[in-house]
């Protein structure tokens, strides 16, 4: 082989081994990139993302889900516990609905087992849009372009609580957030992410946080002890699992909160108590692992932590169509 071609072929056959070898290298990391949404009905999703943001599926006429799970700011209301029905102070902090169809059930407590079962929740809890379903399917068959919108999606001519939650779990399903700058660097991008980043994910990693906060969305995929070496103190009644399943082993087991986008959804846990990712993962060292950061690792894991803000949903503002002279008029102040 003369001179020429063979270090071409050297170099090709360097590159390969390169890539494969990174290709290894994100296989074992414990932490996954986000894959955007695959399969999806578009219709349902039209219809859901609407239905979102309708505040006439509350009493009031004011309480969307949106209003809870602001899409402009993470999915969360960046409150401690959410405001309900008559200003209501409701027990627990508010969950992101990104990246939720990747939980392994929803809720802190895990008591729905799925989007389209959790979404009937809401409207009909006295606490959040203080509805109920009958009057909320009421509402909308009472505005024709969703009658019609209604049966060009489900081809059914009666609207039933059952689409309503299909179609807002549909477009649950499309709020997942992709191309995070960390993901960039799991797909090979070493220059994706600062050196202090880096470091703040060796950190993570092997002080064992990603025991539980692993996999797509670090988070999501099971119901951990909050308080495993040191107790916490909530300033909420939770009880977390056991509300559940009845068992005392499972008192103040909760669901991992997922930590995509944790940047954006403050304040913490299932009380909103940390207000600032600097207390969160104090606390979480401690208290999960028994482990004190000093201040610059502390800064390191809230620097890696906050590269795993990715894409947000992009979307036009849904315009909703207008009540009709037959629509029932909201009740906010009785
Ligand atoms: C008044 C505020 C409020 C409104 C309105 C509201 N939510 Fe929530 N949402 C919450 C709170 C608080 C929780 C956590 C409750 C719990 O775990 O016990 C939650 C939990 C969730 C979860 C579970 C996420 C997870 O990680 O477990 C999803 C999904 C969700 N809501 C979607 C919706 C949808 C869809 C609507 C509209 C139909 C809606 N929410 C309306 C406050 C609200
Ligand atoms: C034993 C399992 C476990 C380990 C280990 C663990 N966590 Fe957590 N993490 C949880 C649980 C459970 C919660 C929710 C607790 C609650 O709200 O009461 C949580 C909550 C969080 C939150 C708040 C997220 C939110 O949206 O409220 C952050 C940030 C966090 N963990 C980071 C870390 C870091 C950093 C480490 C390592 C130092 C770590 N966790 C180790 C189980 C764990």
């Not at 025991?211 to 977390?240: D, I, R, W």
């Not at 401690?286 to 690792?297: A, P, T, Y």
């Amino acid at each position: 082989m003369p001179m020429q071609k063979a270090l071409k072929f050297t170099r090709s056959l360097l590159a390969v081994t390169i890539t494969a070898l990174a290709g290894v290298a994100i296989a074992e990391e414990p932490v996954k990139p986000i894959r955007p949404v695959q399969e999806i009905n578009l219709a349902q999703v039209e219809l859901g993302k609407k239905l979102y943001f309708d505040p006439r599926l509350s009493k009031s006429g004011f309480i969307s889900c949106n209003s809870c799970h602001n899409l402009s700011m993470g999915g969360t209301d960046n409150l401690p516990t959410s405001i309900g029905d008559k200003w209501q102070q409701g027990p627990i902090n508010a969950p992101t609905v990104l990246n939720s169809s990747l939980n392994v059930a929803q809720f802190w407590d895990g008591r729905a087992k799925d989007l389209k079962e959790q979404a009937g929740g809401p409207i009909a809890n006295p606490g959040e849009m203080g509805f109920t379903h009958e009057l909320a399917v009421g509402v909308l068959e009472s505005i024709p372009e969703y009658v019609t919108e209604f049966k060009q999606v489900f081809g059914t001519d009666k609207i039933s609580i059952d689409e309503v939650t299909t179609a807002i779990a549909e477009f649950e399903k499309t709020l997942v957030t992709p191309n995070s700058r960390f993901d960039k660097w799991l797909l090979g991008d070493k220059d994706a992410i600062t050196a202090d980043e880096l470091a703040g994910y060796n950190l993570f990693k092997n002080s064992g946080c990603v025991a539980c906060h692993n996999g797509e969305a670090l988070g999501g995929t099971s119901f951990q002890k909050m308080g495993v070496v040191e107790p916490y103190k909530a300033n909420s009644p939770a009880e977390g699992l056991s509300a559940v399943t009845g068992k005392d082993a499972d008192r103040f087991m909760f669901k991992v909160p997922t930590l995509r986008n944790v940047e954006m959804t403050y304040p913490y846990f299932h009380d909103g108590a940390a207000n600032t990712l600097t207390e969160a993962v104090d606390i979480m060292g401690r208290l999960q692992l028994g482990k004190k950061f000093s201040d610059q690792e502390n800064a390191q894991v809230v620097a890696f932590l906050k590269t795993l803000t990715g894409d947000q949903p992009q979307f036009l503002m849904p315009i909703l169509p207008p009540s009709s002279d037959k629509t029932p008029r909201p009740t906010p102040f009785n």
